[in-house]
Nanobody, 120 residues
């Protein structure tokens, strides 16, 4: 089993910064993608940023230039540094880890979510 635990959410004024952290534990496949998703009230969950075990990154257009995703493979942690926050960044942020294991099975795991609220 794999567990993901997020931390770092909170309330911040527009223009401020937050740093989200996620620690993964359990049977984690070495070749994986870890990422952050956001779900705003009444909206679908959407990808914010993702990073492979090799360090390749992918960002949602709205976060480019403001958000930075990073990871520590040895510690199985992934972080999301969010700067110049906007009210539209508000939502519950979920940590995700997924991979295709040796048998070819797709595995995806989610954290419990952490609330980010950006006031105008």
């Amino acid at each position: 089993q794999v567990h993901l635990v997020e931390s770092g959410g909170g309330l911040v004024q527009a223009g401020g910064s937050l740093r989200l952290s996620c620690a993964a534990s359990g049977s984690i496949f070495s070749r994986n993608v870890m990422g952050w998703y956001r779900q705003a009230p009444g909206k679908q969950r959407e990808l914010v940023a993702a990073i492979t075990d090799g360090g390749s990154t992918n960002y949602r257009d709205s976060g480019k230039g403001r958000f930075t995703i990073s990871r520590d493979n040895a510690k199985n942690t992934v972080n999301l540094q969010m700067n110049s926050l906007k009210p539209e960044d508000t939502g519950v942020y979920y940590c995700n880890a997924d991979w295709v294991d040796e048998s070819g099975a797709y595995r995806a795991y989610w954290g419990q979510g952490t609330q980010v609220t950006v006031s105008s």
